[in-house]
């Protein structure tokens, strides 16, 4: 079974519309991540979280949310989805027990989202 | 925002070839990540770096941490078909709070 899984892997979505990228992770770890990958940009932070209850913006956090459910639960909202968020977006996490181990970050398969 | 720079943006080599690429940037490093990704896929670490110097492999795969703190490379010698893919360098300034910052990524092509 995947450590790290999204749903859903593809949606395609109009112009106004409120979306919702979910991620859940068995791994165990605390810190969670979202992040936008564009070709040939690699890939953008737009938020993070260190604990349930932190939350934090990372670069592009303009026009997305996200909700903490529980350590294993990070989801991420389009308010009002509009055609350049048109892109690939990644879950990761990070464990961070240690001050090396916290910096390798364990990703999601993605999904990839289309805005009409 | 800031991004590392990845070098070279795409590779075509031949099957058996060795490989070269690298990163650099103009801050200080405290960690080096070097991950792969394949088509659908999200990105898989394949070597960390801690320590300024430090050389590690990972089968075919040898990275480095240059001295500077400034710069890293990965090597892959004999390249083999399923090396095709999207290599991703990432690195943690010194004093930030865990944030990786990316590289744009070098595509690797082998030619038929």
């Known amino acids: 079974d995947a450590d790290v899984t999204q749903t859903p892997r593809n949606r395609i979505t109009k112009t106004g519309k409120r979306i919702m990228l979910e991620c859940s992770q068995t791994?165990?770890?605390?810190?969670m991540y979202w992040y936008r990958q564009d070709p040939g940009l690699g890939l953008r932070l737009i938020y993070y979280s260190f604990d349930v209850k932190d939350i934090n913006k990372g670069e592009i956090s303009d026009g997305y949310s996200v909700s903490r459910q529980a350590q294993a639960k990070f989801s991420l909202s389009l308010e009002s989805a509009i055609p350049n968020q048109t892109a690939l977006y990644f879950c990761?996490?990070?464990?961070?027990?240690?001050?090396?181990?916290?910096?390798?970050?364990?990703f999601g398969p993605g999904t990839r989202l289309t805005v009409l | 925002g800031q991004q590392l720079n990845q070098s070279p943006q795409s590779m075509f080599i031949q099957e058996g070839e060795d490989v070269s690429m690298n990163c650099t940037s103009s801050s200080i490093f405290n960690t080096w990540l070097w991950y792969k990704q394949d088509p659908g896929e999200g990105p898989v670490l394949l070597i960390a770096?801690?320590?300024a110097g430090e050389l590690t492999s990972n089968g075919r795969l040898t990275a480095q941490f240059g001295i500077t703190r400034k710069d890293s490379f990965l090597n892959i010698s004999a390249s083999i078909p399923s090396d095709v893919g999207i290599y991703f360098c990432a690195g943690q300034r010194w004093g930030s709070n865990y944030q990786l910052i990316w590289g744009a990524g070098t595509k690797l092509i082998i030619k038929p």
């Open positions: 770096l801690y320590k």
């Open positions: 791994k165990g770890h605390d810190r």
């Open positions: 990761a996490t990070s464990d961070p027990r240690s001050d090396r181990v916290g910096n390798e970050q364990f």
